[in-house]
C-alpha cells in the first residue's frame, strides 16, 4: 500500500494572553501520584564585584531563584498547603491529578516486571477504564466511564497528553498505535467530566502519560521480549542531566504475525523529551514523537461467525464456515461484486503520525509562571479496512498561553490559573473503492471531504485552602467551536461508469459553557473526602456529518453536542503505609449523547452516529492496594457502570419507517462489572532477594450490542500468571538485569476482545427482528488472543 501524502499549511497569527481574573479550577484526587525526583539546575554566571548593598540586594535574589526548583511536581494533595510547590510545579499537576477530581496514577512499577505490548496492558489497573480492540496490533479504544465504548474504533470522548502535550487532535480523535508503555514512568487517569480544563471531547476524562526523567535512568537501557505469534518487540531508552539540558530517549521496533489471520504487523515508535534551563527564570521543553505503522487487518464478525471460527481459520479458502467477507466491485466503481476474505483483498493499515512541540516557561517571580506551548501533529493514513480506502493527511495546530500563580487572599493560600487556547485542523480526505485484486487494490474514488475544525476559548480555575483541612475548587472553561465542510459523493452508472456527483456541505457553529465546582476535606492522614459537580461537552466531527444510517454518504448535519454533568462523591482510607482503598460514586447526566453504531455490510462508511436525547451514566469505582506482607501484595480495580438511555426515540426503516422506544433500555457497549485483580510475591531480603510472581484475574461482564437489548456479547474471565527476577550488577558499566516470563490466558479462554454496536433490523410487517437474526450481523467481533506465552528481558548500562 502507498501512502498518500499531501502538503498543507497554515498561517496563524497568536495574541499571546495574559489574562488575570478572579476565577480558577483545581481538583483533588483519590490517589496521589508519587513525587519525582526533583531536578535543580541553574545556569552558572561571572559576576562583576557589586558594592555591598548591591551584592546583598543581588544575594537575597538568587536565594529566591534557587528556591525554585524545576517544574517536577510534587503529590497534588498538597498543591496549596506547601510552600515549596513552584507555579510551574503546579501547572504540570494540572495534567497529572488536579485537585477535587477521582484520578489514579498508575506508576512504572505496575508494569516493569511484565509484557507490555500496549495500554491495555497497564491501563487495566485503574478503575473507571474499559478496554476494546480497534483496528490494529496496538489500536485500542480506550473508555472512561463508558465513555467510548460506543466507538467503532480509535479513542473519543477523552483527551490524552504525553508530558502534558496534546496528542489529541481538535477534531477529538487519539489513537493509541503511538503508545508503547516501555517509554513511561507513569500514567495519569482522571476521571468524570472535565471539559472546564480539558476543552471539547474531555466528556469522560483524560489521560496523561509521563516519561521518566533522563536523571532517573542516568545511562541507557535495552530491553527485548518476544513470544508467540511471533511477537517481538526491540526497545531502548536513554536519559540523561547533563549542566542545565535533560533529555528521555525512546525508541522501539515491534512486529507480529497475530493470531487472527491476516493480522500481522510492523510498527515503529521515537519518543523523545528534552528540557534546557535557559535562565533561572526560563526553561524549554522539546516534544518529538513518530509512529510507523504497517499492519494487515482481518475482517469484524458476526456472534454466530465468532461462535464458529475465532481465529478465522482457513478463510483463505472461500466457503470456509465463520469467515467474514467483504463484497467489491470486480471493475472498482459499479456492477457485480464478488466477495472476498481480508488475506484475499488485502485489507490493512498504512500509517504515520507525527508530533513536534515545544514549550516555554518564565518565571515572574517565585509566585507566578507564565506559560506557552505550541504542537503540531500530521496523521497520514492509507487505511483499506472494508469495501473502501480512506486516504488522507491530517494535519494540526495546538497552541496553548497561561497563567499560573500562587498567591494568599484573606490569609489563606490560593492557586490561580488563566489561560486562552487555539487549535485548528484543516484536511482533505478521499475515499475509494478496494476491487479485487489483493494487496488492497484500489478502485474509482467514491468520495471526497474537503474540511476544517476549529476550537479557541478560554479557561480560569481557583483553588482556595478555606481552613488547613478544607480546599475549595471552582472553574470554567468556554469554547467556540466551527465546523465547515464539503463532502463530493461520486455515483458510476453503465459500464464506462459515467459519473454524477453530489455536493454536501455544512457550516455549523457551536459555543459550549462548562463550570466546576469542588469540595477537598482531609481531616487527618488516615481520611481524605471528595465532592465535586463538573461539565463536559463534545461537538460532533465533520466526517459525522456527512454520514447516514445506511453508511451511504449523505446529509446527517443536524447533529448536536453532547453535553454532560456529573457528580462524584468518594473518599480515601490510608490507615497505614500498607493499605489503601479508594471508593467512588459518580451520576452523570447527557444530554445529546453521541453514539455510533455499526452500518449494514458493504456500505462505504462502517459507522454511523447520532444523538440519544438523554440518557444516564451511574456507578461505582473501586481500588485496594494492600501489603500482606513485606513480600506479599493484593491489588483490585473494579468497576461498576449502569447506563441507560432516559429518552430516546428509534426510527427503523425497510421502505417503511417504524419508531421504537429505547427509553429505559442499556446503552449497548457497556460492560456493567469490570474487575482486574493481582495477588503478587516479591522477595526482599535474602538469597532470594528480586525473584518474584504473580497471578492476576481479569474479569468483564456480559453486554448488550444493540439499542434494542435483544443481542448480549459474552463476557469472560482471564487468568495471567507472571514469574520475574531483578538484580544490581556490580560492574562499570552495567547496572541491573531483568527479566520475566508470563503466561497470558492461562486456560485458553475463548473470549470476545471487541464488539461494536449493530443496529437493529424491522421484519416486512414491523417487527424488530430477534436475536437469532441480529446474530448472523457481520462488523462487530473480534475475538481475544487464546494463550499466548511471553519472556522478555531488560538490562540497564551505566
Same mark, same amino acid.
Given at each position: 500500500?502507498?501512502?498518500?501524502?499531501?502538503?498543507?499549511?497554515?498561517?496563524?497569527?497568536?495574541?499571546?494572553?495574559?489574562?488575570?481574573?478572579?476565577?480558577?479550577?483545581?481538583?483533588?484526587?483519590?490517589?496521589?501520584?508519587?513525587?519525582?525526583?526533583?531536578?535543580?539546575? $541553574?545556569?552558572?554566571?561571572?559576576?562583576?564585584?557589586?558594592?555591598?548593598?548591591?551584592?546583598?540586594?543581588?544575594?537575597?535574589?538568587?536565594?529566591?531563584?534557587?528556591? !525554585?526548583?524545576?517544574?517536577?511536581?510534587?503529590?497534588?494533595?498538597?498543591?496549596?498547603?506547601?510552600?515549596?510547590?513552584?507555579?510551574?510545579?503546579?501547572?504540570?499537576?494540572?495534567?497529572?491529578?488536579?485537585?477535587?477530581?477521582?484520578?489514579?496514577?498508575?506508576?512504572?512499577?505496575?508494569?516493569?516486571?511484565?509484557?507490555?505490548?500496549?495500554?491495555?496492558?497497564?491501563?487495566?489497573?485503574?478503575?473507571?477504564?474499559?478496554?476494546?480492540?480497534?483496528?490494529?496490533?496496538?489500536?485500542?479504544?480506550?473508555?472512561? !466511564?463508558?465513555?467510548?465504548?460506543?466507538?467503532?474504533?480509535?479513542?473519543?470522548?477523552?483527551?490524552?497528553?504525553?508530558?502534558?502535550?496534546?496528542?489529541?487532535?481538535?477534531?477529538?480523535?487519539?489513537?493509541?498505535?503511538?503508545?508503547?508503555?516501555?517509554?513511561?514512568?507513569?500514567?495519569?487517569?482522571? !476521571?468524570?467530566?472535565?471539559?472546564?480544563?480539558?476543552?471539547?471531547?474531555?466528556?469522560? /476524562?483524560?489521560?496523561?502519560? !509521563?516519561?521518566?526523567?533522563?536523571?532517573?535512568?542516568?545511562?541507557?537501557?535495552? /530491553?527485548?521480549? /518476544?513470544?508467540?505469534?511471533?511477537?517481538?518487540?526491540?526497545?531502548?531508552? #536513554?536519559?540523561?542531566?547533563?549542566?542545565?539540558?535533560?533529555?528521555?530517549?525512546?525508541?522501539?521496533?515491534?512486529?507480529?504475525?497475530?493470531?487472527?489471520?491476516?493480522?500481522?504487523?510492523?510498527?515503529?515508535?521515537? *519518543?523523545?523529551? =528534552?528540557?534546557?534551563?535557559?535562565?533561572?527564570?526560563? &526553561?524549554?521543553?522539546?516534544?518529538?514523537?513518530?509512529?510507523?505503522?504497517?499492519?494487515?487487518?482481518? @475482517?469484524?464478525?458476526?456472534?454466530?461467525?465468532?461462535?464458529?471460527?475465532?481465529?478465522?481459520?482457513?478463510?483463505?479458502?472461500?466457503?470456509?464456515?465463520?469467515?467474514?467477507?467483504?463484497?467489491?466491485?470486480?471493475?472498482?466503481?459499479?456492477?457485480? &461484486?464478488?466477495?472476498?476474505?481480508?488475506?484475499?483483498?488485502?485489507?490493512?493499515?498504512?500509517?504515520?503520525?507525527?508530533?513536534?512541540?515545544?514549550?516555554?516557561?518564565?518565571?515572574?517571580?517565585?509566585?507566578?509562571?507564565?506559560?506557552?506551548?505550541?504542537?503540531?501533529?500530521?496523521?497520514?493514513? *492509507?487505511?483499506?479496512?472494508?469495501?473502501?480506502?480512506?486516504?488522507?493527511?491530517?494535519?494540526?495546530?495546538?497552541?496553548?498561553?497561561?497563567?499560573?500563580?500562587?498567591?494568599?487572599?484573606?490569609?489563606? %493560600?490560593?492557586?490561580?490559573?488563566?489561560?486562552?487556547?487555539?487549535?485548528?485542523?484543516?484536511?482533505?480526505?478521499?475515499?475509494?473503492?478496494?476491487?479485487?485484486?489483493?494487496?488492497?487494490?484500489?478502485?474509482?474514488?467514491?468520495?471526497?471531504?474537503?474540511?476544517?475544525?476549529?476550537?479557541?476559548?478560554?479557561?480560569?480555575?481557583?483553588?482556595?485552602?478555606?481552613?488547613?483541612?478544607?480546599?475549595?475548587?471552582?472553574?470554567?472553561?468556554?469554547?467556540?467551536?466551527?465546523?465547515?465542510?464539503?463532502?463530493?459523493?461520486?455515483?458510476?452508472?453503465?459500464?464506462?461508469?459515467?459519473?454524477?456527483?453530489?455536493?454536501?456541505?455544512?457550516?455549523?457553529?457551536?459555543?459550549?459553557?462548562?463550570?466546576?465546582?469542588?469540595?477537598?476535606? +482531609?481531616?487527618?492522614?488516615?481520611?481524605?473526602? &471528595?465532592?465535586?459537580?463538573?461539565?463536559?461537552?463534545?461537538?460532533?466531527?465533520?466526517?459525522?456529518?456527512?454520514?447516514?444510517?445506511?453508511?451511504?454518504? =449523505?446529509?446527517?448535519?443536524?447533529?448536536?453536542?453532547?453535553?454532560?454533568?456529573?457528580?462524584?462523591?468518594? =473518599? %480515601?482510607?490510608?490507615?497505614?503505609?500498607?493499605? +489503601? @482503598?479508594?471508593?467512588?460514586?459518580?451520576?452523570?447526566?447527557?444530554?445529546?449523547?453521541? @453514539?455510533?453504531? #455499526?452500518?449494514?455490510?458493504?456500505?462505504? *462508511?462502517?459507522?454511523?452516529?447520532?444523538?440519544?436525547?438523554?440518557?444516564?451514566?451511574?456507578?461505582?469505582?473501586?481500588?485496594?492496594?494492600?501489603?500482606?506482607?513485606?513480600?506479599?501484595?493484593?491489588?483490585?480495580?473494579?468497576?461498576?457502570?449502569?447506563?441507560?438511555?432516559?429518552?430516546?426515540?428509534? *426510527?427503523?426503516?425497510?421502505?417503511?419507517?417504524?419508531?421504537?422506544?429505547?427509553?429505559?433500555?442499556?446503552?449497548?457497549?457497556?460492560?456493567?462489572?469490570?474487575?482486574?485483580?493481582?495477588?503478587?510475591?516479591?522477595?526482599?531480603?535474602?538469597?532470594?532477594?528480586?525473584?518474584?510472581?504473580?497471578?492476576?484475574?481479569?474479569?468483564?461482564?456480559?453486554?448488550?450490542?444493540?439499542?434494542?437489548?435483544?443481542?448480549?456479547?459474552?463476557?469472560? $474471565?482471564?487468568?495471567?500468571?507472571?514469574?520475574?527476577?531483578?538484580?544490581?550488577?556490580?560492574?562499570?558499566?552495567?547496572?541491573?538485569?531483568?527479566?520475566?516470563?508470563?503466561?497470558?490466558?492461562?486456560?485458553?479462554?475463548?473470549?470476545?476482545?471487541?464488539?461494536?454496536?449493530?443496529?437493529?433490523?424491522?421484519?416486512?410487517?414491523?417487527?424488530?427482528?430477534?436475536?437469532?437474526?441480529?446474530?448472523?450481523?457481520?462488523?462487530?467481533?473480534?475475538?481475544?488472543?487464546?494463550?499466548?506465552?511471553?519472556?522478555?528481558? +531488560?538490562?540497564?548500562?551505566?
Amino acid at each position: 500500500m502507498s501512502r498518500y501524502h499531501a502538503l498543507r499549511g497554515v498561517s496563524v497569527a497568536a495574541v499571546q494572553l495574559t489574562l488575570f481574573a478572579p476565577f480558577s479550577m483545581a481538583h483533588g484526587q483519590s490517589s496521589s501520584p508519587a513525587p519525582l525526583p526533583p531536578v535543580n539546575v $541553574e545556569a552558572p554566571r561571572e559576576v562583576a564585584p557589586k558594592p555591598a548593598a548591591q551584592r546583598r540586594r543581588a544575594q537575597s535574589s538568587t536565594a529566591r531563584r534557587q528556591a !525554585r526548583p524545576s517544574p517536577v511536581p510534587p503529590p497534588a494533595a498538597t498543591l496549596v498547603q506547601s510552600v515549596n510547590v513552584t507555579p510551574g510545579e503546579t501547572r504540570a499537576i494540572l495534567n497529572q491529578a488536579p485537585n477535587g477530581q477521582t484520578a489514579t496514577t498508575i506508576d512504572r512499577s505496575r508494569f516493569d516486571n511484565r509484557p507490555a505490548f500496549s495500554v491495555a496492558d497497564v491501563l487495566r489497573d485503574s478503575p473507571g477504564i474499559s478496554i476494546k480492540q480497534g483496528n490494529g496490533p496496538r489500536d485500542f479504544g480506550i473508555s472512561i !466511564r463508558g465513555s467510548n465504548a460506543r466507538n467503532g474504533f480509535a479513542i473519543r470522548n477523552i483527551v490524552i497528553f504525553d508530558d502534558g502535550f496534546p496528542v489529541t487532535q481538535p477534531d477529538g480523535l487519539s489513537r493509541s498505535d503511538l503508545i508503547d508503555p516501555h517509554a513511561y514512568g507513569a500514567i495519569d487517569v482522571i !476521571r468524570g467530566p472535565s471539559s472546564a480544563l480539558y476543552g471539547n471531547y474531555a466528556t469522560g /476524562g483524560a489521560l496523561n502519560f !509521563r516519561m521518566r526523567p533522563g536523571r532517573e535512568i542516568d545511562g541507557f537501557e535495552y /530491553g527485548v521480549e /518476544g513470544g508467540s505469534f511471533g511477537y517481538l518487540n526491540n526497545y531502548f531508552t #536513554a536519559g540523561k542531566k547533563v549542566g542545565n539540558f535533560e533529555y528521555t530517549l525512546f525508541g522501539s521496533d515491534v512486529r507480529g504475525d497475530g493470531y487472527i489471520q491476516n493480522s500481522w504487523f510492523n510498527t515503529q515508535t521515537v *519518543n523523545f523529551l =528534552g528540557t534546557l534551563q535557559a535562565s533561572p527564570d526560563d &526553561r524549554l521543553t522539546f516534544k518529538l514523537i513518530n509512529n510507523e505503522l504497517d499492519t494487515r487487518l482481518p @475482517v469484524r464478525l458476526s456472534l454466530n461467525q465468532y461462535y464458529q471460527n475465532p481465529f478465522q481459520n482457513g478463510c483463505e479458502t472461500p466457503g470456509t464456515p465463520g469467515c467474514g467477507t467483504v463484497s467489491l466491485f470486480n471493475n472498482g466503481f459499479n456492477g457485480t &461484486r464478488t466477495p472476498l476474505s481480508a488475506i484475499a483483498a488485502g485489507l490493512g493499515r498504512d500509517d504515520r503520525r507525527t508530533i513536534v512541540g515545544g514549550r516555554w516557561e518564565h518565571d515572574f517571580d517565585n509566585q507566578t509562571t507564565w506559560r506557552n506551548q505550541f504542537v503540531f501533529d500530521d496523521r497520514n493514513i *492509507n487505511q483499506p479496512t472494508g469495501t473502501t480506502s480512506a486516504i488522507g493527511d491530517f494535519a494540526s495546530y495546538n497552541f496553548i498561553s497561561d497563567v499560573t500563580r500562587r498567591g494568599e487572599i484573606f490569609g489563606m %493560600d490560593t492557586m490561580t490559573y488563566v489561560g486562552g487556547f487555539f487549535n485548528m485542523l484543516p484536511w482533505s480526505s478521499d475515499t475509494r473503492n478496494v476491487m479485487p485484486g489483493g494487496n488492497a487494490t484500489l478502485g474509482r474514488i467514491i468520495a471526497n471531504t474537503t474540511a476544517s475544525h476549529t476550537n479557541w476559548g478560554f479557561r480560569a480555575r481557583e483553588e482556595i485552602k478555606l481552613a488547613p483541612t478544607l480546599t475549595a475548587i471552582a472553574g470554567i472553561g468556554w469554547e467556540n467551536t466551527n465546523l465547515w465542510g464539503v463532502n463530493s459523493a461520486y455515483t458510476y452508472t453503465g459500464p464506462t461508469g459515467v459519473t454524477s456527483t453530489r455536493l454536501t456541505g455544512a457550516d455549523r457553529q457551536f459555543q459550549n459553557t462548562a463550570p466546576e465546582l469542588a469540595l477537598l476535606f +482531609k481531616p487527618d492522614s488516615e481520611w481524605q473526602f &471528595r465532592a465535586r459537580v463538573g461539565a463536559g461537552y463534545g461537538t460532533p466531527q465533520v466526517g459525522n456529518l456527512f454520514v447516514i444510517s445506511s453508511g451511504q454518504f =449523505g446529509n446527517n448535519a443536524q447533529l448536536k453536542a453532547q453535553r454532560n454533568i456529573g457528580y462524584d462523591l468518594g =473518599g %480515601d482510607w490510608t490507615p497505614n503505609n500498607a493499605l +489503601k @482503598v479508594s471508593l467512588t460514586g459518580f451520576y452523570e447526566f447527557f444530554r445529546d449523547e453521541l @453514539v455510533t453504531q #455499526a452500518t449494514p455490510a458493504g456500505a462505504p *462508511n462502517t459507522t454511523y452516529t447520532f444523538n440519544a436525547p438523554r440518557s444516564e451514566h451511574r456507578g461505582v469505582e473501586l481500588a485496594i492496594g494492600w501489603r500482606l506482607s513485606p513480600a506479599w501484595r493484593f491489588t483490585a480495580a473494579y468497576t461498576y457502570l449502569d447506563e441507560v438511555y432516559t429518552e430516546y426515540v428509534e *426510527n427503523l426503516t425497510n421502505g417503511t419507517t417504524y419508531s421504537f422506544n429505547r427509553t429505559g433500555n442499556k446503552i449497548p457497549g457497556i460492560s456493567p462489572n469490570e474487575l482486574t485483580a493481582r495477588l503478587s510475591w516479591d522477595e526482599t531480603a535474602g538469597p532470594l532477594h528480586g525473584l518474584g510472581a504473580f497471578v492476576e484475574v481479569v474479569w468483564k461482564d456480559s453486554f448488550y450490542m444493540d439499542n434494542a437489548n435483544l443481542l448480549r456479547a459474552p463476557g469472560y $474471565e482471564l487468568v495471567n500468571a507472571n514469574v520475574h527476577y531483578k538484580t544490581d550488577l556490580v560492574s562499570e558499566s552495567l547496572k541491573s538485569l531483568n527479566v520475566f516470563l508470563e503466561v497470558r490466558n492461562l486456560f485458553d479462554r475463548t473470549y470476545v476482545a471487541s464488539a461494536n454496536n449493530i443496529g437493529n433490523t424491522v421484519t416486512a410487517a414491523g417487527l424488530q427482528n430477534p436475536a437469532s437474526v441480529l446474530a448472523n450481523t457481520t462488523g462487530s467481533i473480534y475475538a481475544g488472543s487464546p494463550r499466548t506465552f511471553v519472556a522478555g528481558m +531488560k538490562i540497564a548500562f551505566r
